[in-house]
């Protein structure tokens, strides 16, 4: 080939590309791309032992994330690839334009032209197979701005914290869907669940609550409260981001109104909005959540759309009830958030995907496990029992969660009771259930609803910690029942929400056939029994029921914890326990886990602020709280290699965190134990907040830090509390905790 061009060198480089040549070369550096790349990738997603988990949780995390360095070589290989491609273009427009009607010349520079863009398609190829396979192993994308998950940056930009710390950590104890959340339903609803109850008239369009907690006088319009209420669209904002304005205006409300304009938004017909119940009673432990449907879906049948939904703070946002400052007993307005600007008091992005969801959820698994056998002593329920049901699936909080009995009404989930025969008993006749007054709760990602009778406990005031025990009747017969809603003309859709729902309003399928067939009707006269399955599901509705026989014992055992993940290991050296060699190849979206030696209350689980003054809880409520210590480098310019000189900094919002049960309790051995995620924002490492290892090594103190606290009054489902604070590997001694293997005087445990 060379002797047909001549020996002259810049022809001997235009035979090098011969397309077989450049594509056996473009194959082979993608095959060993994908051969030294993805097994790093993949260990970093599946295995624990690998990525250095037994870790200490409150250590800095010093260097870049595995996946984020493996990301940087690819980008970094394949831009080389792209510089030479554009060297190769230019080449070959040279050969065509000096080649003066020389028909080789030419025919040489189409060559180059056509190699090169066969290599180039193989390359992108090459590219988009590998970024595809490592979204889908770890989720994580190796494209700049694309995909990597929800901290909002770009490359060379400083983190930050972001606006999402309210969640968590102030009023927002969760929402569906959660932040930065992909491929969401397009028919889906939103719910958000407030710590403190809320003021009606700056949730609901036109709704006067006359300024008082009581909503006896409550007015819409100046009439009586409708069944169907329209959301205040002056302080929930969803809109698309391709709609989003400016944030011009002299005030925050201004730039606010700006920010998100009514003509992009969900504001006509207006969504509508339910509300759970609270108490006649203020009850600051209480909290409230909202469920906001869309008049139609959202997104697009052919694209993926971003929305964003957005709360307005300040005087004139969202309030919330909170415990007055006076001597009086009436709860005063609160601002909801701290903060007000032009993207409110608080704001979250999520993705829709391009379909509707059609499958009804199911019931995993309830607890207690239901009765098979009532004459052996070990299926008779103890009195202080909480009950629990687990979903497979988020489901819509306003339909399974509630007040049953007086002040309540909530009718979708059953829990009556009839005394068994001959025992003490005094609930009943013995014939007819009758309902047990209580409140259903809902947690786990609104997948776990957990019902606490109302009734005390007769000799037993209060438990380990303080709280009141509640008791359901002794020696009587409960029967729960989860019900079915009724069908609209377009199953598994409801026409209305008189049973449980999903997140996008599909009826709950309680015979476990994947398929939504409604309540009892005549054709479907029995409810689907979970204590004994029956083999075929002919006439069985989409109501599932059980029982439990209920005793007269009282557990009294406290939880303790089994096992944390990551463990707080040791310091390395001890002289210096935030080291910057610390460990650095631990996730930093790794969830905390902490595994319990019984199941635990999904209602004991509240989240919120540490007070680093006082070095408690931020107010009485909380029991889980996620302290950080984030100090970012104002800029990435700065040189802080010297201790000598001064080095300024950013303290940032702290992450946002919810808690994660998973699909039910776990099997451990013989006993039914409950782990415990505390789901996160991702960490940073020091390198993400613009430290240099040797800048690491002059500012030690400048190592991000993240401990996990969770305090003495989360309890078990028996009401028990963490009190004595156990841990797994210490010694009580004469101290209130233990964890961590340091005994320790508080009432609570720093993980």
Not at 48 to 60: E, P
Not at 295 to 315: E, H, N, W
Not at 516 to 533: K, M
Not at 651 to 656: A, S, T
Request: hydrophobic content about 35%; proline content about 8%; some cysteine.
């Amino acid at each position: 080939m060379l002797g047909r061009y001549g020996s002259r060198n810049q022809l001997k480089i235009g035979s090098w590309l011969h397309i077989r040549n450049a594509s056996r070369t473009s194959v082979l550096v993608a095959f060993i791309l994908l051969i030294l790349f993805l097994p790093e990738v993949v260990s970093a997603q599946m295995t624990t032992s690998d990525v250095g988990l037994d870790f200490a949780t409150a250590t800095g995390l010093a260097t870049t994330d595995i996946r984020v360095f493996v990301g940087r070589v690819i980008n970094a290989f394949f831009a080389l690839l792209g510089f030479i491609v554009v060297l190769l273009y230019i080449y070959a427009g040279y050969l065509w334009m000096t080649a003066r009607g020389d028909a080789a010349k030419v025919d040489q520079a189409k060559k180059v032209i056509t190699n090169t863009t066969i290599g180039l398609i193989i390359m992108i190829m090459a590219y988009s197979i590998t970024a595809f396979i490592i979204q889908a192993l770890t989720g994580h994308s190796i494209v700049p701005g694309a995909g990597g998950g929800d901290r909002g940056r770009e490359w060379g930009e400083m983190p930050h914290g972001g606006p999402t710390g309210e969640l968590g950590n102030g009023i927002i104890e969760y929402h569906y869907p959660e932040v930065g959340q992909i491929d969401v339903p397009r028919n889906t609803n939103i719910s958000i669940t407030f710590k403190r109850p809320l003021v009606l008239s700056t949730v609901f369009r036109n709704y006067d609550d006359a300024e008082t907690y009581d909503i006896a006088d409550d007015t819409v319009d100046g009439g009586a409260v409708p069944e169907v209420l329209q959301l205040n669209t002056d302080n929930f904002k969803i809109i698309a981001v391709t709609e989003l304005g400016g944030m011009d205006g002299s005030s925050p409300d201004e730039r606010f109104d700006t920010r998100y304009p009514d003509e992009g938004a969900l504001v006509d017909p207006p969504p509508t909005v339910r509300i759970t119940a609270v108490a006649a009673a203020f009850d600051p432990l209480e909290g409230q959540t909202i469920t906001i449907s869309p008049a139609l879906p959202i997104g697009s049948p052919t694209t993926d759309v971003v929305y964003r939904v957005a709360l307005r703070g300040g005087d004139n946002g969202i309030k919330v009830w909170s415990p007055s400052d006076t001597e009086s007993a009436d709860p005063d307005q609160q601002n909801a958030f701290t903060s007000m600007n032009a993207d409110g008091g608080y704001f979250w992005p999520f993705t829709t995907g391009t379909m509707l969801d059609l499958t009804p959820p199911h019931i995993t698994s309830v607890v207690p496990i239901p009765v098979i056998d009532p004459s052996r002593p070990a299926d008779v329920v103890p009195r202080n029992q909480l009950l629990q049901i687990y979903f497979n699936e988020a489901v819509d909080p306003t339909t399974v969660s509630g007040i049953i009995g007086e002040g309540g009404g909530f009718t979708n989930i059953e829990v009556k009771a009839r005394c068994l025969p001959d025992t003490d008993c005094d609930f009943s006749d013995g014939e007819s259930f009758i309902s047990i007054s209580g409140k259903i709760y809902i947690g786990n990602r609104y997948r776990t609803a957990e019902f606490v009778p109302s009734e005390p406990c007769e000799g037993i005031t209060e438990n380990s910690c303080g709280n009141q025990v509640f008791c359901l009747p002794r020696n009587v017969e409960i029967r729960v029942r989860a019900l079915a809603a009724t069908l609209s003309s377009e199953p598994p859709k409801a026409s209305r929400p008189d049973g449980v729902l999903d997140m996008v309003g599909n009826s709950f399928d309680g015979n476990g056939n994947e398929t939504a067939e409604g309540p009892e009707s005549a054709e479907r006269r029995i409810d689907f029994n979970r204590n004994n399955p029956p083999a075929a599901l002919a006439g069985i509705n989409d109501t599932a029921r059980w029982i439990y026989h209920v005793g007269e014992e009282i557990d009294l055992r406290p939880p303790t914890v089994m096992d944390i993940d990551p463990k707080s290991a040791p310091p390395v050296d001890p002289l210096h326990p935030n080291h910057p060699e610390g460990p650095s190849r631990v996730p930093t979206d790794l969830p905390i886990t902490v595994l319990w030696d019984k199941i635990m209350s999904v209602r004991s689980m509240r989240t919120g602020a540490y007070d680093e003054v006082r070095n408690a809880f931020s107010d009485g409520r909380t029991t889980i709280a996620l302290r950080a210590k984030e100090l970012a480098k104002k800029s990435l310019d700065q040189d802080c290699s010297d201790p000598a000189e001064d080095c300024p900094y950013i303290q940032l919002d702290p992450p946002y965190f919810f808690m994660d049960l998973g699909e039910g309790p776990v099997e451990i051995g013989d006993e039914m134990v409950t782990r415990m995620m505390i789901t996160h924002r991702g960490f940073f490492t020091a390198n993400d907040m613009g430290y240099t290892m040797e800048e690491m090594v002059s500012w030690p103190g400048r190592l991000p830090v993240y401990q996990p606290v969770i305090g003495a009054q989360i309890q078990d489902t028996l009401q028990n509390c963490f009190f004595p604070s156990v841990g797994w590997n210490c010694a009580m001694g004469d101290n209130n905790s233990c964890c961590n293997r340091n005994g320790q005087e508080d009432y609570l445990c720093s993980i």
